[in-house]
């Protein structure tokens, strides 16, 4: 692994950014690495922009991931990964994105119209080297939750090819983080999901 290896999770509030950081973060320290995450925020309120960076070492790295350095880009919400692979992706990035989309409040109130997700998707495909996006609807709609997103998307990243991090470490750490039987099969899920784009 080159280090730092960089991801970074793009949302909005209320997704679970934080609690993805934390769980990647001690999934890492179980592998005997050093993570180091760094959180940026937009408007403090559920709803506005949220990063979180994740940088993972043998030594301690500055906190937030220089323009064009991340290595996996976690989007929970499309806008928000697109956006924030301009800044921070290149063609070493590797991007994994749920495609439902959550406007913000100057969208609902119709001052300006939410992008297409497959205008998204090639925006995202121009800057990074591989682009999956997921549709975890129908999972989240039969575990009634929305809350699960990052457990799913957690999932997926832990089957990802070159990612340094083992799946049973993140896994595990999910369990003690969050404890709950409806996040453990989003996680599954999300796993699942992912593997089937690859085959």
């Known amino acids: 692994m080159r280090e ?4 970074l999770v793009a949302g909005v509030g209320g997704q679970g950014n934080l609690v993805c950081g934390r769980i990647i973060a001690e999934a890492t320290t ?31 790295w500055g906190p937030l991931i220089p323009k ?3 290595n996996i880009l976690l989007g929970f919400e499309p806008v928000e990964a697109l956006r924030a692979a301009l800044r921070f992706a290149s063609d070493k990035t590797v991007a994994i994105v749920s495609n439902t989309p959550i406007p913000p409040s100057n969208v609902t109130s119709g001052n300006l119209v939410y992008p297409e997700v497959s205008d998204i998707k090639r925006g995202l495909e121009s800057i990074c080297e591989k682009v999956y996006m997921l549709d975890a609807e129908p999972v989240l709609k039969s575990l009634d ?3 699960v997103l990052n457990s799913y998307m957690l999932g997926a990243l ?6 340094p991090l083992d799946s ?11 404890d709950s039987d409806r996040d453990m099969t989003a996680f599954n899920e999300g796993a699942k999901a992912l593997q089937d784009m690859r085959i």
């Open 168 to 178: 049973r470490n993140l896994k595990q750490a999910l369990a003690e983080v969050l």
């Open 68 to 70: 064009g350095e991340a």
């Open 4 to 7: 730092p290896y960089s991801i």
């Open 158 to 163: 832990s089957i990802l090819e070159g990612m």
């Open 30 to 60: 179980k592998q005997g690495l050093r993570p180091v995450v760094g959180d940026t925020f937009g408007a403090s309120r559920r709803g506005g922009s949220v990063l979180t960076h994740i940088r993972i070492g043998t030594e301690d």
């Open 145 to 147: 939750s929305t809350r």
